[in-house]
């Protein structure tokens, strides 16, 4: 019995580990194994138009354009507001350039204007007679022009180059900033875009002479009483200014523009020809008939604080002045500032 029972002990003994060892095992089960169960066989799911999600090609995102757009009012980086004016391809500044704008040209640039600039001076002729005349003063400047002004007052005494300076550093100042698009510059407006500016009214701001009250900034009774002596030629009427007014201090005209007429002269890019002055405006002025071939002077437009005619506030009349250089004073002058357009889209 010894040897059954180590044999039983050894095969028992070897159970056990197969026991541990694999778990349960089919030789000392009690029960029959249960077959796999075969799971039952389920096609795929067939694609159809229902189930797929459709494709959807992105949608490309458009890009925001740059810069002022045609027909739409626009605001700079120095908040001078631009706004369209119809049968012309740019946007028109609804102000005057203003001190603070040149200031922040000034500063940026560096540029000075040596030289003074021309400021009208009365000349006692004794006997209690006066008279006007241009002086070249060289202690005055465009921040120093002879008489109060605040940063929304315009700019006066630049000259044309001076503008279009100003014109030139802006330009490059926004492309650089991606607020201006590479085609897009500031330049002074054309003399028929100031024209087409200007509406259709025999003058800036309708036919009515003299200027209804809050019509414009021109040489009335408040510039009269400025000036020494009695008995000053002047336009009926006070509009409150003497010299320069803040831009927008008078009613706009039909496109939403100021001081069309009245407040300062405005530089337009054209070289000055005789022809631009009727026959009528020559025949009362006559240095207008000389032009110089057409490369000698520059045209201003609109009138200023210092006129009192109905022919210089005509619509149709042209001032004239030499452009100047950044080193002479010649055409900066206490009357005369500018207003810029901006070009939406240069060739
Ligand atoms: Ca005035």
Not at 200 to 222: L, M, S, T
Not at 270 to 279: H, L, P, V
Request: hydrophobic share 35%.
């Amino acid at each position: 019995m010894l040897w059954k029972n180590s044999w039983f002990q050894i095969a028992f003994f070897t159970g056990g580990l197969l026991v541990i060892d694999s778990g349960p095992n089919p030789l000392f089960s009690q029960s029959n194994p249960t077959p796999p169960t075969t799971p039952a066989y389920t096609p795929p799911a067939t694609p159809s138009a229902s189930s797929t999600p459709p494709v959807t090609p992105p949608t490309p995102t458009p890009a925001t354009p740059i810069g002022p757009q045609a027909g739409q009012t626009w605001t700079n980086s120095l908040g001078m507001v631009f706004k369209p004016v119809p049968g012309t391809s740019v946007l028109f500044n609804q102000y005057d350039t203003t001190v603070q704008d040149y200031r922040a040209f000034v500063q940026a640039t560096g540029r000075e204007q040596p030289g003074g600039i021309y400021a009208i001076k009365v000349k006692d002729k004794g006997a209690g007679s006066h008279s006007l005349a241009w002086d070249l003063n060289p202690n005055l400047s465009w921040s120093k022009p002879g008489f109060d002004q605040g940063p929304t007052h315009p700019v006066v005494g630049v000259s044309w180059n001076d503008a279009i300076a100003f014109c030139e550093w802006l330009t490059q100042k926004e492309r650089a900033e991606g607020k201006l698009g590479q085609k897009q510059m500031y330049r002074l407006p054309t003399d028929s875009e100031w024209s087409a500016a200007a509406g259709v009214g025999k003058y800036p701001w309708g036919d009515a002479w003299p200027p209804p009250a809050g019509g414009a900034n021109y040489a009335d009774e408040a510039y009269a009483a400025s000036m020494p002596g009695t008995g000053w030629p002047h336009i009926p009427g006070n509009d409150g200014y003497p010299r320069t007014s803040p831009v927008g201090s008078f009613a706009a005209n039909r496109y939403g523009l100021y001081d069309m007429g009245g407040n300062v002269w405005q530089w337009c890019m054209d070289w000055y020809q005789a022809s631009m002055n009727s026959a009528e405006v020559r025949a009362g002025y006559p240095a207008f008939n000389k032009d110089g071939g057409g490369h000698t002077y520059k045209v201003l437009r609109g009138g200023s604080w210092r006129n009192m005619t109905p022919a210089g506030f005509a619509v149709g009349y042209h001032e004239i002045d030499v452009p100047g250089g950044p080193d002479v004073p010649a055409g900066r002058r206490d009357r005369s500032g500018f207003r810029v357009v901006v070009v939406i889209a240069a060739p």
